[in-house]
């Protein structure tokens, strides 16, 4: 779950919502079903092999600002953190991300795997995976240079090593202030050498990747949804958009959060796996094989 907008608080996105990241981290619904992965992954609800939550500082607009990115990840499931909840009702951004993990055969759980990831002035995650991540783990390696293989978080994630491809190309995100030039560029580094090398490495078309990524300098924002396999469902993903994104008040008690359409402009979007809010007009899906530039 991804939120750009004016600054509000953590928890106004991660913890209140009626179908918040929480939630969905015992009880996710629109998992796409995978009957080659046991059967807790392939076709149940728990995302509890850890969690993290990412923004950057309220004034990171102004020049003097460290542009970097915050993050805080945990191997402990979301709903059982009290730290996370202290946390998200403190913590305030205009940028706002949030990941639960169900961790893959294979794959270590260890706050080093956790999303998001933080690279420079950018912040990264990743829902979906690399088809034969194992197989053909080496030749991803090798297509990064020294400084960018030096800094990869986790040779064991495939997320970990696909942001090193992307931060290497520096392609999605330009400067700071200026929006991405093309979808395309997002898509294009990430999504490219992976399905080129699988094809080298003689892999099925059945071995599907998904690949929602979502990243952000803290002034812009791109999510893309993709799967390699035109046979294929990718993933899950949808945005909504508006002019604001507040709590309704119900007879003197709090309600779900809704958008706001007071103007014609946005100045609101969240991006999700799933809708994190029970008001279902609210929420778009995004089309297969497309990127989101907010």
Not at 82 to 105: C, M, Q, W
Not at 160 to 180: Q, Y
Not at 248 to 275: F, I, M, N, T, W
Request: charged share 20%.
């Amino acid at each position: 779950m991804a939120y750009i907008g004016p600054p509000i608080t953590v928890a106004d996105v991660v913890v209140r919502p009626s179908r918040s990241i929480i939630k969905q981290s015992y009880d996710a619904r629109e998992r796409r079903n995978d009957s080659s992965l046991p059967f807790h992954l392939g076709y149940g609800n728990l995302n509890g092999d850890g969690f993290g939550i990412g923004w950057f500082p309220p004034d990171s607009a102004c020049a003097t600002a460290d542009h970097t990115p915050c993050v805080f990840t945990s191997i402990t499931p979301a709903w059982n953190n009290d730290n996370l909840n202290r946390l998200a009702t403190k913590l305030e951004s205009g940028v706002i991300f949030a990941h639960v993990r169900a961790a893959y055969p294979g794959m270590p759980v260890s706050e080093a795997n956790c999303h998001p990831f933080q690279w420079g002035r950018y912040i990264f995650m990743h829902n979906g995976v690399v088809a034969g991540f194992m197989q053909i783990r080496r030749r991803l390696l090798a297509e990064l240079g020294d400084a960018v293989y030096n800094a990869v978080q986790s040779f064991h994630s495939d997320s970990a090593v696909r942001l090193g491809d992307a931060g290497g190309h520096r392609s999605g995100i330009k400067s700071r202030g200026t929006a991405p030039h093309s979808p395309s560029l997002a898509l294009s580094p990430p999504l490219r050498p992976a399905c080129s090398i699988q094809a080298e490495a003689g892999m099925a078309p059945s071995d599907v990747s998904l690949l929602n990524f979502v990243v952000s300098d803290g002034r812009s924002l791109i999510a893309t949804r993709y799967v390699s396999s035109a046979d294929e469902a990718p993933a899950s993903l949808y945005y909504a958009e508006g002019s604001a994104y507040e709590r309704e008040q119900l007879s003197g008690e709090e309600g779900d959060y809704h958008l706001l359409y007071s103007d014609k402009g946005s100045r609101v979007c969240l991006v999700a796996s799933e809708p994190v809010t029970s008001a279902a007009h609210d929420w778009c899906e995004v089309p297969a094989n497309t990127a989101l530039v907010v």
